[in-house]
Nanobody, 127 residues
Framework: QVQLVESGGGLVQAGVSLRLSCAAS????????MGWFRQAPGKEREFVAA????????KYVDSVKGRITISRDDAKSTVFLKIGSLNPEDTAVYYC????????????????????WGQGIQVTISS
């Protein structure tokens, strides 16, 4: 069983940057593809970004390209999501997700592809 714990959220002003972290309780973290999803108030959860198990490939939803960077530190079993130029539309609960993948290049981007989920962390942007 893989446990995922998100951190770094909270109330922040528009225009600044924020970095979310997701720590995984698994020894073979390097074999897991990692993703971030978010759910805004009144909306369905959506894919935001993902990174392959090898770390060599990333994928972003078109609406956030250029503002968001996903990265990973396998030595610390942690994945990060940096969001720049925050705006009120980024207000959401952000979820970290993981799936064991032998492929070092494939990037899952839909919810059913992920086996493990964090509890989510609230990010609220004030204008």
């Amino acid at each position: 069983q893989v446990q995922l714990v998100e951190s770094g959220g909270g109330l922040v002003q528009a225009g600044v940057s924020l970095r979310l972290s997701c720590a995984a309780s698994v020894r073979t973290f390097g074999n897991y593809a990692m993703g971030w999803f978010r759910q805004a108030p009144g909306k369905e959860r959506e894919f935001v970004a993902a990174i392959s198990s090898g770390g060599g490939n990333t994928k972003y939803v078109d609406s956030v390209k250029g503002r968001i960077t996903i990265s990973r530190d396998d030595a610390k079993s942690t994945v990060f999501l940096k969001i720049g130029s925050l705006n009120p539309e980024d207000t959401a609960v952000y979820y970290c997700a993981a799936v064991f993948l032998r492929s070092r290049w494939y990037i899952p981007s839909t919810e059913p592809e992920y086996a493990y989920w964090g509890q989510g962390i609230q990010v609220t942007i004030s204008s």
